[in-house]
């Protein structure tokens, strides 16, 4: 048996990217798997090339009663929670100087407080059980910020922190991993409105990203241990990246 096989895991995100791949293979190694993500159809077809082991709902991690109902729903379904993967996430990125301040509200309440959502659901799970593992995809944004990404950037540095600070408050029973990827292969170009990013980025993308389930393997290397090893933090990043 894989340190995976039997556990629950939770994960947001789910519908596309990172998280489609990391329920795809957590499937594979024997884990059941709750699903959560916005886009419901996308959802339902993830869950359904997994099977009977999963369940899904729609989720949007800026409402913190959807996070509850995920959780809720692995414990009706399988009877506890393992790992809530804190995956979902938003980058339209953009200059300063174009004031989007709509798209800067969107990436704090999905990337920080959509993070603080999924611990606020979790943690008395976990503290009930004894046991549990937060897992949560962040970005190399926050080691290093670059133009037209200081707000994305600014919502990564949090996440690092507010992850690390959890670590730290977790005792010797819960685990906290961060993992945080570079250039992947997903939808991320596609999210800024300004035509120049998003074609910069996408050729970016194009030029030098890695698959989804890099990522994945990484998730699932972490939750795989010992629960006396914690992998705190994971770079996940293609060889070509400067």
Known sequence: M???EGKVVAITGASSGIGEATALLLAEQGARLVLGARREDRL????ARIGGEAACLRTDVTRRDDLHALVALAGDRFGRLDVM??????GPISPLDDLRVDEW???VDVNVKGLLHGIAAALPVFRRQGAGHFVTTVSTAAFRIVPAMAVYAGTKFAQRAICEGLRQEAGDALRVTTVLPGPIATAFGEASSNRHIRDRVTR??????IAPAAVARAIAFAIEQP???EMNEIVVRPTAQA
């Not at 993967?85 to 938003?90: C, F, I, K, Q, T």
């Not at 970016?204 to 990203?209: K, S």
């Open 105 to 107: 509200d969107q990436m």
């Open 2 to 4: 894989s340190g995976i």
């Open 44 to 47: 339902a077809a993830v869950t």
């Open 204 to 209: 970016e993308l194009g030029r030098i990203a």
């Open 85 to 90: 993967v804190n995956n979902a996430g938003a």
């Open 227 to 229: 629960a006396d090893v």
